[in-house]
């Protein structure tokens, strides 16, 4: 069988169930889409999909070749401290794109967000931030894609779950005769491989399968806490007026000590459905599988936990943070 699966890209065959692409022989004629898809799409049953490193790398260095437009799809939500390796991997004309607007409150000033990723020095013509729940600033990115495109080919990458396969749902809704969509889901590795998408005689996109950065919390707990992880709606922050000597613990998944400073304000941006309760410091508390880090934190800091969201602390501080050993945590300059 040589057809793809016009849910994910990937290859379709009828030979071995446990491997990607596998439809029913006695369906495969007419089935469109691959198992896989069709559960997640209509179940909502997950079936995980390990991609490599190696793998993404291989598909970025195809799209450069090309020359061509990318369309860089950073989540808003989950700016990662490694922006610049895409910038480093692809010679292509490149438009930055922060998705989900609608997850941070409308009040967020999104030129201090624009401020941040400045300071990574990419080498990119233009930037925009678009929430295609929301249909915020479609029409002007689909304009912008237009202007600086080299072909009709342009590509969509980033990591998993930036929102890649939604945001070409849309162009398909919104520009396109053609009424197949894409599989999209909120869980890692849903697009297995490339898809040429004809939006119109003057725009093809192709959708690409998302780096699963090492270090995200998405691969660390399995699917039914990621649902509680993953933020779907705006996301209201919650403020700690807290003392030295004084816990935030994050369900059990993270225990945040603060140990030196004045009195001091914590910020959490995290989905709304974790729980969060102000202690005061007990070693005894475990968190899951939890490695300490430790950070002496300057005025207007963000502490970052990969994949869950952030803490923007006011003053100085000496705070610990308890996590999962695989769940990379760093600071950087407060974003909003
Ligand atoms: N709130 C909100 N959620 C969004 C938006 N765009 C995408 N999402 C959600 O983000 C999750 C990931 O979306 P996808 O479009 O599947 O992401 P992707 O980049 O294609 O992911 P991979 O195929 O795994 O690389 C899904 O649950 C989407 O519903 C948005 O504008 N706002
Ligand atoms: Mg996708």
């Known amino acids: 069988m040589n057809k793809r699966c016009s849910g994910c890209g990937v290859l379709l065959?009828?030979?071995?169930?446990?491997?990607?692409?596998?439809?029913?022989?006695?369906?495969?004629?007419?089935?469109?889409?691959?198992?896989?898809?069709?559960?997640?799409?209509?179940?909502?049953?997950?079936?995980?999909?390990?991609?490599?490193?190696?793998?993404?790398?291989?598909?970025?260095?195809?799209?450069?070749?090309?020359g061509d437009l990318v369309v860089y799809m950073v989540d808003m939500f989950d700016i990662s401290d490694e922006l610049i390796n895409v910038d480093n991997l692809?010679?292509?004309?490149?438009?930055?794109?922060?998705?989900?607007?609608?997850?941070?409150?409308?009040?967020?000033?999104?030129?201090?967000?624009?401020?941040?990723?400045?300071?990574?020095?990419?080498?990119i013509i233009d930037m925009i931030s678009i929430s295609s729940e929301k249909n915020y600033n479609l029409d002007k990115l689909y304009k912008m894609i237009m202007k600086h495109k080299k072909s009709n080919n342009v590509y969509i990458v980033g990591n998993t779950n930036a929102g890649k396969s939604s945001f070409i749902n849309k162009m398909i809704k919104n520009y396109s005769n053609n009424k197949v969509f894409i599989t999209t889901s909120m869980l890692p590795t849903t697009t297995l491989d490339l898809m040429e998408i004809k939006i119109n005689d003057k725009l093809t996109i192709v959708d690409t399968?998302?780096?699963?950065?090492?270090?995200?919390?998405?691969?660390?707990?399995?699917?039914?806490?990621?649902?509680k992880i993953l933020p779907k709606k705006e996301v209201k922050p919650r403020t700690y007026q807290i003392m030295s000597n004084s816990s935030l613990l994050i369900e059990d998944l993270v225990r945040v000590d603060y140990i030196e400073g004045e009195r001091n304000s914590f910020t959490l941006y995290l989905s709304n459905e974790l729980e969060v309760n102000s202690v005061k410091i007990n070693p005894i508390i475990k968190v899951r599988n939890f490695k300490r880090h430790s950070f002496e934190v300057n005025s207007g800091e963000d502490i970052v936990i990969s994949g869950l969201g952030w803490i923007k602390i006011v003053n100085k501080a000496v705070v610990e943070v308890f996590v999962n050993e695989n769940v990379k945590v760093y600071k950087r300059e407060s974003i909003i």
């Open 90 to 123: 692809l010679d292509n004309p490149l438009i930055l794109v922060l998705t989900k607007r609608d997850l941070l409150p409308k009040s967020v000033k999104e030129n201090k967000i624009f401020k941040h990723i400045k300071t990574y020095n990419l080498d």
């Open 13 to 66: 065959q009828y030979d071995k169930p446990e491997l990607e692409g596998y439809v029913e022989h006695n369906i495969c004629e007419k089935s469109k889409i691959c198992r896989r898809c069709f559960r997640l799409r209509f179940y909502g049953d997950y079936i995980f999909v390990n991609k490599s490193h190696e793998e993404y790398e291989n598909i970025l260095n195809q799209i450069s070749r090309t």
């Open 209 to 227: 399968p998302g780096l699963v950065e090492e270090g995200n919390i998405v691969n660390s707990y399995d699917y039914m806490l990621l649902k």
